[in-house]
């Protein structure tokens, strides 16, 4: 099997209509985060149906469907890349850092980056995070987040706390969320408490989207405490 027939299977599930919806969905336009994708309108189930028939393509074929033009080709490249990051996690974890420029929405990096690079990375040196969370490009940025999702369903939420406090004061609103989200997965898979203990040490600083993501499984009355917190000048 190769790439071709995989994406001619993706075609196959082509809806012009759904394709339209995507664009605006995923921030397309003139100076938007997704500006000039191309979607083909395939809904995700149908994606991983796909992705599933081909999850024994070699590398290289892989590689050509993460390089496409096309955003459901390239997700549907990096879901096979999660299988074939079971058998050969070093070559699918330097082949998706080699290849970020493609992995350039937020579903995208979703998707993909806690099986690929977090897995990789349990109970290996991480640096390369700090470098992505440092890093010019958003999606580094998130990739570096969101791979923290694997150490905190390991109960680890450290690295997380490390590097939610590099990017607190990022101007981007889905750096916010994504920090947000991964805060509220450690209330989830590690405790409330250490969660907690964090926002307490940053509630002031934190942009308003990342404490609302990360309160949303709070009581009421801990919400409203939180959200009531005035804003100091950044760290």
């Given at each position: 099997m190769d790439s071709q027939k995989a994406i001619s299977d993706l075609k196959k599930n082509s809806d012009p209509e759904k394709a339209k919806l995507y664009r605006?969905?995923?921030?397309?336009?003139?100076?938007?985060?997704?500006?000039?994708?191309?979607?083909?309108g395939i809904t995700v189930p149908k994606i991983r149906?796909?992705?599933?028939?081909?999850?024994?393509?070699?590398?290289?074929e892989i590689k050509k469907l993460m390089t496409n033009k096309v955003h459901e080709i390239r997700l549907c490249g990096l879901l096979i890349l999660i299988a074939y990051?079971?058998?050969?996690?070093?070559?699918?974890?330097?082949?998706?850092?080699?290849?970020?420029?493609?992995?350039?929405?937020?579903?995208?990096?979703?998707?993909?980056?806690?099986?690929?690079?977090?897995?990789?990375?349990y109970n290996k040196e991480k640096s390369i995070l700090f470098t992505l969370a440092r890093s010019e490009s958003i999606w580094e940025k998130r990739i570096a987040l969101i791979s923290t999702f694997y150490f905190i369903r390991q109960g680890q939420p450290d690295l997380l706390f490390d590097l939610t406090e590099i990017l607190i004061n990022d101007k981007h609103d889905l750096i916010h969320k994504?920090?947000?989200?991964?805060?509220?997965?450690?209330?989830?898979?590690?405790?409330?408490?250490?969660?907690?203990?964090?926002?307490?040490?940053?509630v002031g600083h934190m942009p308003r989207t990342m404490l609302r993501y990360a309160i949303e499984k709070f009581s009421l009355e801990k919400r409203l405490y939180y959200l009531s917190q005035k804003r100091r000048p950044s760290l």
């Open positions: 605006k969905f995923f921030k397309t336009g003139k100076g938007e985060y997704g500006e000039g994708d191309i979607f083909f149906q796909v992705a599933k028939k081909y999850n024994d393509l070699s590398v290289e990051s079971k058998k050969h996690p070093k070559e699918a974890f330097d082949l998706y850092l080699s290849h970020t420029k493609y992995i350039n929405n937020w579903d995208l990096v979703d998707v993909s980056a806690g099986h690929i690079i977090g897995k990789y990375l994504a920090a947000g989200w991964m805060l509220r997965e450690v209330g989830k898979n590690c405790s409330q408490e250490l969660e907690e203990k964090f926002i307490k040490k940053h």
